[in-house]
């Protein structure tokens, strides 16, 4: 715990005294959507069940260690346990919140838990003593024995599995099971975690240990895998959709721009203020939880809307409404390096999409407009909302069919046979 702040210390100091639980009781409304979300699925205490068993498939197990919440916003690895579920694949998603999600105190209930969130998909929840915040600090040896311990009980006695990571603080548990089980270990590098604020120091330096030991790496861009993809087993594997849920977007009046996405600190305030001060006859709608204070000042603005967070399963509708498309990203390390989910949602819509100049996004060509300043986005903004060529709209939804999912899920599986036979330990 080298790497942990003075403050993160003293939140897991008090958390065995049940000051969470009691202010969850006092205050419910603050309990985060997520943490009462997890429980509306089926589930079992391990110590009422038995492990799971074996795959009638014949397929490997999949282990994802993720680096966000599954009830939380759908993203990369979410879309890539559907795939690979909808394939035959067995997956198992843990919990990342390791006790924080539990509704009663560990002096209640002690038992980890297994969901089942849809077929061929199940979700694991751990209990740590300590309930840590896992984006914050490494795991210690302990936990990783409770984990491991808790995982080894759902699994049936001869399995075969593949472990996928999103986050390096998962990689001493999966090492103990490629050295255990000879289960190969994946890193899914979908980010640069340099450029986030509120992940721990130790967890960023840990990420160059699992490059050197992980048997394969994923990159989800371009610029991820120039960074850091020395070693000699790697693949580029962008994100995608599934255009199947989306329809064309209309051209209702009065003309909508809309963003899907968090509201952090890479959302670019000044390049809606300009866009939305230059186009007072359109309505600006962002969709998501709002993270950075700043965004909140665009509520002064009278045609700028915050329609808060949307569930997935509402977002084609959403887009539906749009006419423009947005991704008014600052220009940093972190977002020079993504591969947004969210051009691939907006083009199964056939969207006009508006962009700061992210790589990845650039790589669309005519497909999209760039611009570098507010005033060049607001302008762009402006060339996106009088666009009338119905063959760019078709060419984006092609290009949204084409990038799907279970073709990801394809690509990555193709892998899973070379791995498992060349399983290493340690």
Known sequence: MSGTSLAGRLKEAVRPYYLRWLYFTLRPHRRPHSFRDCWNYPFQKLADSTPLPEPASGLPDLLFYPMTDWHTRTQRT???????????????????????????????????????????????????????????????????????SAIRRILPPRATAIQILSLPVWSGVARRFRADSAFPIIYDCHDYLPGFDNIGRE?????????????????????????????????????????????????????????????????????????????????????????????????????????GEVPYSQVPRLLAQFRVALI?????????????????????????????????????????????????FARQVGCALQEEDPSRRARRREIALQENWTARAREISADFPALLEHARPG
């Open 328 to 376: 008014p990203f600052r220009i940093t390390p972190l977002t020079l390096m993504t591969n947004p989910i969210k051009m691939y949602e907006y083009f199964s819509c056939g969207l006009p999409v508006v962009s700061t100049p992210i790589p990845e996004v650039q790589a669309m060509g005519n497909l999209v407009y760039t611009g570098a300043t507010p005033a060049d």
């Open 203 to 307: 967890i960023i330096d840990a990420e160059q240990d699992v490059f050197r030991t992980a048997d394969l790496v994923l990159f989800s861009s371009q610029a991820l895998a120039d960074r850091y993809g020395t070693s000699k087993n790697w693949r580029l594997v962008r994100n995608a959709v599934d255009a199947r849920q989306f329809e064309p977007a209309g051209l209702a009046a009065p003309p909508v721009a809309g963003y899907l996405g968090a509201l952090d600190s890479w959302f670019d305030v000044e390049a809606i203020e300009q866009s939305a001060a230059q186009h007072p006859h359109c309505r600006f709608v962002l969709a998501g939880f709002v993270e950075y204070e700043p965004v909140r000042r665009l509520a002064a603005l009278p045609n700028v809307e915050f329609a």
């Open 78 to 148: 979410q879309q890539l346990v559907r795939a690979f579920a909808a394939l035959g694949f067995r997956s198992i998603f843990l919990n990342p919140h390791l006790g924080r999600e539990f509704e009663t105190t560990p002096l209640f209930d002690k038992e980890h838990r297994l969901a089942k969130l849809g077929d061929n998909i199940f979700e694991l929840h751990v209990r740590l003593p300590r309930e840590p915040v896992y984006h914050d600090r490494l795991l210690s040896s302990g936990e990783e024995d409770i984990i491991a």
